[in-house]
């Protein structure tokens, strides 16, 4: 993938001539490299997932592990 291509998967790209790493979205065009400007080529390191995919996680997402049984605490502070 090389500066001015439009991106065909979402994720972390790293300038092959810096090292540099930006996140680009499907779509989007490979900018010029941010370090030292000049076109250069971009190498895809991870593939992120997008949004829609992640929706499908939030149910098991274990929001209801955090609850504390406020009635212990009840009991306690009544007892005195
Ligand atoms: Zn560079």
Known sequence: ???SESVTELGLYTSTCCQEELIFDIGDVLCRCPHCESVCDW???DVLISHKDLD???PTYPGSGLLRPHSDRKSETSDR
């Open 43 to 45: 190498e895809l390191t």
């Open 1 to 3: 993938m090389r500066t």
């Open 56 to 58: 499908s996680f939030s």
